[in-house]
Nanobody, 125 residues
């Protein structure tokens, strides 16, 4: 299983970015997918997740209403649309994958076996 995250960069507060995570080596429509982030000196934290069916989504309270997770099963890709970005969103963002039921997604890092390499998001004030 390989997960390739991309789309990070430098953006001003209030701006937007879209992260992508391209998956290979797995049956994509059998895996719940998650996004986590890790700021310097902090633990990896849950951001958003989606079930493989796309029927269920979950978000951290800190990003609700600003971030949207989606997936394209035909492209084996999961996206994280990030709007109204804040300096506190600055972190390395990781995508993760784990096989599960059609309505499953995980909100804890320990629930995922497969991880991408991370993409850095920097939000300037």
């Amino acid at each position: 299983v390989q997960l390739q995250a991309s789309g990070g960069g430098l953006v001003q507060a209030g701006g937007s970015l879209r992260l992508s995570c391209a998956a290979s080596g797995l049956t994509f429509n059998s895996y719940g997918m998650g996004w986590f982030r890790q700021a310097p000196g902090q633990e990896r934290a849950f951001v958003a997740a989606i079930s493989w069916s796309g029927g269920r989504e979950g978000y951290a309270d800190s990003v609700k209403g600003r971030f949207t997770i989606s997936k394209d099963n035909a492209e084996n890709t999961v996206y994280l649309q990030m709007n109204s970005l804040k300096p506190t969103d600055t972190a390395v963002y990781y995508c993760a994958a784990q096989p599960g039921g059609s309505r499953w997604y995980g909100t804890q890092a320990i629930e995922y076996d497969y991880w991408g390499q991370g993409t850095l998001v920097t939000v300037s004030s």
